[in-house]
């Protein structure tokens, strides 16, 4: 069984940059892609940002593109979302989950997504 947790969200300014981070722990594979999500109130969840099992291949969601980064070092057992240029839009809870996958591959489909942390709460105050 393998538990998610994210770390790293808060309170910032419109302009600032948030550093997430996603820690795994239990039985973990090097071979899962692993994706970000966020979700505001009253609206879907939605794709933020997804890294290869590998860490060779990331996507972006078209709201984030150009401003977030997602990093992943599998020997610590992390995938950190560097967040920059933050707006009040990005404001929501922002989880991460874990999908099988080939090892160069990126799943960006929520169902699919088979472990999902509690979540971190991010708030971008204009």
């Known amino acids: 069984q393998v538990q998610l947790v994210e770390s790293g969200g808060g309170l910032v300014q419109a302009g600032d940059s948030l550093r997430l981070s996603c820690a795994a722990t239990g039985r973990t594979s090097s071979n899962w892609s692993i994706g970000w999500f966020r979700q505001a109130p009253g609206k879907e969840r939605e794709f933020v940002a997804g890294i290869s099992g590998n860490g060779r291949s990331t996507l972006f969601g078209d709201s984030v593109k150009g401003r977030f980064i997602i990093l992943r070092d599998n020997v610590k057992g992390t995938v950190d979302l560097q967040m920059n240029t933050l707006k009040p839009e990005d404001t929501g809870l922002y989880y991460c989950?874990?999908?099988?996958?080939?090892?160069?591959?990126?799943?960006?489909?929520?169902?699919?997504?088979?472990?999902w942390g509690q979540g971190t709460q991010v708030t971008v105050s204009s």
């Open positions: 989950a874990a999908a099988n996958s080939p090892e160069n591959s990126v799943v960006i489909h929520s169902t699919l997504h088979h472990s």
